[in-house]
């Protein structure tokens, strides 16, 4: 049996935060394979301005290139609309019947799970695999979550990485320097494509 990882999120832009959370999940559970899947449009900031998801899918696929156990799926973005986690879920369950599916997520989103769209369907489906994701305290959020979370979440000792996209995308427009946050060929497409140099 396959064991793959879902690892969905905006990706605006991917960074070595969730790099090193998708290889230290990729290793604690033995996965075969980590399905990176960029959001059309997340459900929780539908007021929030996006790049192009083309060019979010390019740098996913130049981060994760030289890696043979990380993929990428356009399902998300193909599908369009909001993108809900079930239903990208549901459609791997058909296209992979025979594989175990894992959920990959920070500490942040693990605190928000119960919230998601069908969150307890979802919960049955997948084995969630959270990282630590400073400033979030993972011991607060794991005492805060029901029981029917923490029953299907694994908790990966990864290196605490305080990266985010927002941070990213600030330095960018502040002019500042973003080398070692996210790979060289990410930091070679922001330039050329003059992403995030306006305020938003
Ligand atoms: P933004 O700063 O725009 O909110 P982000 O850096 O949180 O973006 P997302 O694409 O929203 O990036 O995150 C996708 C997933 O990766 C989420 O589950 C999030 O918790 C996780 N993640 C992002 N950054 C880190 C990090 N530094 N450490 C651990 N997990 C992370």
Known sequence: MKRIGLFGGTFDP????????????????????????PAARSPFRLEEPLTEAEHRLAMVRLAIASNSAFAVSEMEIQRGGISYTIETVEALQGEY???????????DSLQGFPQWYQAERLAQKVTLLAGVRPPYDEKSVWQALPDWVRQRTLLVPMTPLAISAS?????????????????DDVIEYIRENHLYTEPR
């Open 97 to 107: 019947s025979d594989a175990e599916l894992f959920l990959i997520l920070g500490a």
């Open 14 to 37: 991917i960074h070595y935060g969730h790099l090193r959370l998708a290889e230290e999940a990729r290793e604690f559970a033995q996965l075969d394979r980590v399905l990176f899947v």
């Open 167 to 183: 941070a990213i995308r600030q330095k960018v427009r502040a002019g500042h320097s973003i080398r070692y946050l996210t790979p």
